[in-house]
């Protein structure tokens, strides 16, 4: 039984969230959370979150043993971009992309 959790409108892009979800894909929970603590990146808290909310799911669908949960698959796909202007020299304008992403991350028992 796949449990899944879901964050919508991440204000970080998704090249930058997919290299904090590289880290945990395939990994026990647990693993997953030490991974998470260790990172230094501005995603991983809120990948952290989102994986504690993934695991309160699976324990609301009947999974007690949350020992032998897995990370299943972690996705980070294209959001909205917001597009903002910088003024540069001479009256010009360059275009900003501000890009969000949204994440999924599905937990499943590892078969023994």
């Not at 989102?50 to 294209?78: F, P, W």
Request: hydrophobic fraction near 40%; proline fraction near 4%.
């Amino acid at each position: 039984m796949v449990s899944r959790a879901v964050h919508k409108y991440m204000r970080v892009s998704p090249k930058k969230v997919r290299l904090v979800l590289d880290l945990i894909r395939k990994k026990n929970v647990e693993d997953a959370f030490t991974i998470l603590n260790a990172t230094r990146k501005k995603s991983s808290p809120v990948v952290a979150d989102l994986l504690k909310s993934a695991v309160a799911n699976a324990s609301e669908k009947g999974h007690d043993d949350t020992e032998n949960l897995y990370v299943k698959k972690a996705v980070a796909n294209q959001g909205p971009v917001l597009k903002r202007f910088r003024p540069r020299a001479m009256g010009r304008a360059t275009p900003r992309k501000r890009r969000m992403t949204h994440v999924t991350i599905e937990l499943e028992e590892r078969g023994l």
